[in-house]
């Protein structure tokens, strides 16, 4: 993911800040080709970053539920096999065992793998997060006249005003959304007509 933002970083040149008497407003214009940001906030604070989070949670606190439930099914079911003992032919009671033994195993392998595939979560959201978030910042580098993102915390020092994390959750917000649906059309963009929509009519003329 570092790599994406950081493929440009050999470009990198001393930035020139423009004096604020020289511009229409009260900031003062950096240029510098290298902009940067801070990956991991800018994933957290995003509305999908936030709903991915929520997500897991919500995931991982249902995965611990059935976990208990679980272990509470098979501790009841072995207390009733060692009261059945002593009443039982022991060829009958050893596939008795031998088929709580198999759903014990059974049960300890799809709980696993349940538990790799929540854990894997995260990393899978950020990195869906980052490809489709690369439009947007590729837009912010264009705009700035950039030719690389770096993470800021790669960095040992730079200006403030290189920093474009909360430009960039702004615009990947709009864009985006938390996610869950398809993502929107800039801002400046012009929509596209139906294919086979008729063109919109011209206003009447007013007498």
């Not at 906030?41 to 611990?64: D, I, M, N, P, W």
């Not at 060829?91 to 014990?104: G, M, T």
């Not at 980052?130 to 020092?157: H, K, Q, T």
Request: no cysteine; glycine share 4%; hydrophobic share 45%.
């Amino acid at each position: 993911m570092r790599s994406l933002l950081a493929a440009a970083a050999a470009a990198a040149g001393l930035a020139a800040v423009v004096p604020a008497a020289a511009q229409e407003g009260p900031q003062p214009i950096l240029t510098s080709p290298v902009l940067t940001m801070d990956q991991d906030e800018l994933f957290e604070r995003s509305a999908f970053g936030q709903r991915a989070r929520r997500e897991v949670e919500a995931a991982s606190a249902e995965f611990t539920a059935e976990n208990r439930r679980l272990e509470a099914e098979l501790a009841q079911e072995e207390l009733r096999l060692t009261e059945l003992r002593p009443s039982t032919d022991p060829d009958a009671f050893r596939q008795l065992a031998a088929e709580f033994d198999a759903r014990v195993v059974e049960v300890r392998r799809t709980q696993d793998q349940k538990g790799r595939d929540l854990a894997r979560r995260p990393e899978e959201a950020r990195q869906e997060f980052f490809r489709a978030a690369i439009p947007v910042l590729a837009e912010l580098v264009r705009e700035r006249g950039a030719v690389a993102i770096l993470d800021s915390r790669a960095v040992i020092i730079s200006a403030d005003l290189i920093d474009i994390t909360d430009e960039a959750i702004r615009r990947i917000d709009a864009t985006l959304g938390d996610g869950t649906a398809p993502p929107a059309a800039p801002p400046d963009a012009p929509s596209d007509p139906a294919p086979g929509a008729p063109a919109e009519a011209a206003p009447a003329p007013q007498p």
